[in-house]
């Protein structure tokens, strides 16, 4: 269920598809790794072969873009739909609200994610919180160590993109998490 833009992956799942999958996911305690591709991605990926094998290792790659939706359908592909890293992000909050699973928020600066944390349980009063913590915090054993004391089914990383995506890469071994999502600036935005 991919398709391929200048050797870079989008996932042409439905948005449907990609919640049933995620949900899935969590439920068979698969870890999975979710990217937004938008066409500035496609071409940091042609200048950077480490970049590009990174967002290939990606489970899903949403397409997060209209450029990307135009280049599907000039291809005759099947994406036709639209999926924001922020539009993904508030997806899986309603579907951890309604599954019972919990969330944490890592990364922007200091008060933001607690911020974006109290957005979010305005919107999804049951949503269940395990933790934030801000994406200026050096001393990584501590996060890793913090993540795993607080057992997130999802972990959202803020910390800009590929930042992100090298960390969720290069940590997920490490944690008890199942379902990571880089989010760039998405807390800033359900902050504000
Ligand atoms: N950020 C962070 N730690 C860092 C660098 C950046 O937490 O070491 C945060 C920054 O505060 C902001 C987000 O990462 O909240 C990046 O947002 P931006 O909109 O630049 O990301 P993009 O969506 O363009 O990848």
């Keep these: 269920m991919k398709e391929q833009f200048l050797g870079v992956d989008v996932s042409s799942y439905s948005y449907e598809e990609l ?8 439920e068979q305690r698969r870890q999975s790794f ?10 940091q990926a042609q200048e950077d072969p480490n970049l590009k094998n990174l967002l290939n290792k990606a489970t899903y790659q949403i397409p997060d873009g209209v450029g990307v939706l135009l280049a599907s359908k000039m291809n005759r592909g099947d994406i036709s739909s639209r999926v924001t890293g922020i539009d993904m992000l508030l997806a899986l909050c309603e579907q951890a609200s309604a599954h019972d699973k919990s969330v944490f928020l890592y ?3 200091p008060g933001v994610a607690e911020k974006a944390k109290d957005g979010l349980l305005k919107r999804y009063p049951n949503l269940k919180v395990a933790g934030v913590l801000d994406g200026y915090e050096k001393d990584q054993e ?6 795993n004391e607080a057992k997130p089914d999802v972990l959202f990383v803020a910390l800009g993109s590929p930042k992100q995506e090298y960390w969720i890469v290069d940590h997920m071994k490490d944690l008890d998490v199942r379902i990571f999502q880089g989010v760039g600036g998405s807390f800033d935005v359900i902050s504000g």
């Design 142 to 147: 501590h996060v890793i160590q913090t993540i």
């Design 34 to 43: 979710i990217v937004a591709i938008n066409p500035e991605k496609i071409l």
């Design 107 to 109: 990364g922007a600066k």
């Design 19 to 26: 919640k049933q999958n995620i949900i899935a996911d969590i």
